[in-house]
């Protein structure tokens, strides 16, 4: 009996190492294949929205590697690159043919933001207040008008009930270019929707 024990505990040793042996590689060979197959592919995803996000260059593409959940989250994100590109690509066409059309426009037109702030004006308009399209934008088109409070409150009024009495109709203001100098005006306020928010194009032709 002795003896048949003692057989027993070797054999039983043996198999618990061996058993542990295939165990360890089971688990090795098994972190290996999802490292591969869906660790290394999801940060590749991740560090490509990360790139993205940081670079706004929506060109980025990566490579398609079989037909399985990980493949169609690869095939997922390259589509939605591809349309945002081709969206950032019209929208980049768009604002290139606005400014062309405000360019040979013969009023001036300056393109500013819900805050007050230019974000586009033409020849005419620098002609009109003496700056720059350079020194224009990030100017507030507020500080050019002698009621400038009188246009804020109309744009409170447009985000409140949707609608303003500045907004859309021809009305007669005062300006004044960058020496105070005061100038009648009629303008006329249109409304266009970006990605982001609403902008606002005034168009101001001189009373003489």
Not at 3 to 22: A, P, T, W
Not at 79 to 108: G, H
Not at 142 to 161: C, H, I, N, P, T
């Amino acid at each position: 009996m002795e003896g048949l024990y003692h057989e027993i505990g070797s054999n039983l040793k043996r198999d618990i190492f061996y058993d542990g042996l295939v165990l360890v590689v089971f688990i090795l060979i098994s972190g290996w294949i999802i490292r591969r197959t869906i660790l290394t592919p999801v940060k590749s995803v991740a560090a490509s929205i990360a790139e993205v996000a940081h670079s706004g260059n929506f060109s980025e593409r990566l490579e398609q590697r079989g037909e399985d959940e990980i493949g169609a989250l690869i095939g997922s994100f390259n589509e939605l690159m591809a349309e945002l590109d081709r969206k950032t690509i019209q929208r980049v066409e768009s604002e290139d043919r606005y400014r062309n059309f405000i360019e040979i426009a013969q009023s001036p037109i300056i393109t500013f933001m819900a805050d007050g702030k230019v974000i586009i004006a033409n020849q005419k308009a620098e002609l009109l207040f003496g700056l720059t399209k350079q020194e224009l934008l990030g100017q507030s088109i507020f500080d050019f008008m002698e009621k400038g409070e009188v246009l804020q409150e109309a744009m409170r009024d447009y985000f409140s009930a949707g609608s303003s009495n500045l907004i859309g109709t021809t009305t007669r203001q005062k300006v004044r270019d960058v020496c105070g100098r005061l100038f009648d005006v009629e303008m006329v306020i249109s409304v266009s929707q970006s990605d982001q928010s609403p902008m606002f194009s005034a168009i101001l032709r001189a009373v003489k």
